[in-house]
């Protein structure tokens, strides 16, 4: 058994043109303390703090997370919002090969991946959301340390005028084998003003989502206003116009 949780460079955390490099031995309270990550990756201060309590979040790392490829990994879905890649790397033949992919198809499956045996994972990178608003939900079976039932990350930017959805990103886990983006739904909203009539429409679209074998029902009900939330939490961090946040407050609690 090798720990490699002491190396430096798989801490590092770094501004790459517009995306954010994070070691994968990046604890969660990061997420919460360091300002670049706070600023750029905005799903993740919430996710962080629905992880766990002070103690886990200054030991559990998002490459662990990750390479736990669980169904209901917190950390997953605010990364695929970002459009995250990661690293992997490994000694052959007395030399360091690396190789990159994306976060979508590096998870295959239930605590599947596509690492290899020899393989470490060595961080992941992911877009530089400034100027978002980030929200997440989740839902478990109790009060706290909690396991996703259901969670749904949000990522959304307004245009100028703080009506009209300018980028949205969407992911949920939880629901099925794995974490997926909404791109569906962000399809739909990109573009568009912040209308009750379009929020409903989406919350309806969420059943489709669900792929689990256990509790589809309740995942069922959960979802649509996790969207509703989500979206409403995110747009009024973005600095959405007061009309449009009360237009998605509504529709989130009505």
């Known amino acids: 058994m090798v720990d490699i949780s002491g190396v430096p460079e798989l801490k590092t955390i770094e501004m790459r043109d517009r995306r954010i490099w994070i070691g994968a031995a990046t604890p969660f309270q990061r997420f919460l303390d360091h300002p670049d990550l706070v600023r750029s990756v905005p799903g993740m201060p919430d996710c962080a703090i629905w992880f766990a309590d002070n103690q886990i979040r200054e030991s559990a790392t998002i490459g662990g997370n990750i390479v736990n490829a669980s169904p209901a990994g917190d950390g997953i879905p605010p990364l695929l ?148 939330r989500g979206l409403a939490k995110a747009i009024k961090k973005a600095g959405a116009h007061a009309v449009a946040c009360d237009i998605a407050e509504e529709v989130a609690h009505g």
């Open 81 to 228: 919002a970002a459009n995250a890649t990661v690293e992997l790397a490994a000694l052959r033949d007395g030399h360091i090969q690396r190789r990159s992919m994306r976060l979508q198809d590096f998870i295959q499956g239930p605590g599947r991946t596509a690492a290899e045996h020899d393989e470490i994972l060595l961080g992941v990178e992911c877009d530089a959301l400034d100027g978002y608003g980030g929200a997440f939900e989740k839902v478990g079976h109790r009060r706290s340390l909690v396991i996703s039932v259901v969670c749904l990350s949000a990522a959304v930017k307004m245009d100028p005028s703080g009506r009209n959805f300018k980028d949205v990103r969407l992911a949920i886990g939880g629901v099925g084998p794995m974490a997926k983006r909404m791109t569906d739904v962000e399809e739909r909203l990109n573009g568009q003003p912040v209308h009750a009539d379009l929020l409903r429409e989406m919350m309806l679209s969420c059943d489709r989502f669900v792929q689990s074998r256990t509790r589809q029902e309740y995942r069922k009900l959960v979802a649509p206003g996790f969207l509703a």
